[in-house]
């Protein structure tokens, strides 16, 4: 049964902290995503990687935020420090292009609920 | 800038009756949409699509619009269960970037 699972599920910390939300996308996926969810926006896309390497990250806001690949079954999004307006839900997705075939879908995790006080 | 845009944001609905969920765009550049559903504490997951050379697929209960004049697409659900309870999420993509720009989502209550 592949899934992308994500850690940890549930974060709650206090401003000026750094957290690292951490995915592993479905095995032989080659895109991977990092959305956020709020009342106000809906879903946010932050950054998104083929094949590792990053492909658009304009979402993100570059002071705080950064994501990375460290290997094909790991990825990371960081925020040093976390303010109180970070408080989310983050979703990492994955899903499969193959030379110019479309994505016609991602699947995603169940979600980092981050809380900062 | 929203360019994907879910002007409801709850709908309620009777078991048994029909669930029309909206979502209209501005750009006339995307090509392909989707239609995701989320249960709480869950990811979304994806529930049908639709390219733009087509103004209609169904799936089962499900089935997508898309008017590309009005730039608007709509979600039937017939017959309504309370199982399909949660949120819904249109989302669009343009040419082969691979990138979704989503909704901000309808909550769909149906009740018995």
């Known amino acids: 049964d592949a899934r992308v699972t994500q850690t940890p599920r549930h974060k709650v910390t206090e401003m000026g902290q750094e957290v690292t939300m951490r995915c592993q996308p479905i095995?032989?996926?080659?895109?991977v995503f990092w959305y956020r969810q709020t009342m106000m926006q809906g879903l946010e896309l932050l950054a998104y990687?083929?094949?590792?390497?990053?492909?658009?990250d304009s979402g993100m806001p570059k002071d705080r935020f950064s994501a990375e690949m460290p290997d094909a079954t790991l990825a990371t999004l960081k925020i040093q420090p976390s303010e109180p307006r970070d408080s989310a839900v983050y979703f990492c997705?994955?899903?499969?292009?193959?030379?110019?075939?479309?994505?016609?879908?991602?699947?995603f995790g169940p979600g980092t609920r981050l809380t900062v006080l | 800038d929203q360019q994907v845009k879910q002007n409801s944001p709850s709908l309620s609905v009777q078991e048994g009756r029909i669930s029309i969920l909206n979502c209209d765009y501005t750009?006339?550049?995307?090509?392909?949409f989707l239609w995701y559903k989320k249960y709480p504490a869950e990811g979304p997951t994806f529930l049908i699509s639709?390219?733009?050379?087509?103004d209609k697929n169904e799936d089962g209960r499900f089935t997508v619009f898309l008017n590309k004049s009005a730039k608007h697409l709509s979600l039937h659900i017939v017959p309504s269960q309370p199982g399909d309870s949660a949120v819904y999420f249109c989302?669009?993509?343009?040419?082969?970037?691979?990138?979704?720009?989503f909704g901000q989502g309808t909550e769909l209550s149906v009740k018995p």
């Open positions: 639709i390219s733009s050379i087509k």
């Open positions: 989302a669009a993509r343009r040419n082969q970037g691979g990138k979704l720009i």
């Open positions: 997705a994955s899903g499969l292009v193959l030379g110019g075939a479309r994505i016609n879908e991602q699947f």
């Open positions: 990687f083929r094949n590792r390497a990053p492909l658009d």
């Open positions: 750009n006339s550049m995307f090509d392909y």
């Open positions: 095995l032989g996926h080659n895109t």
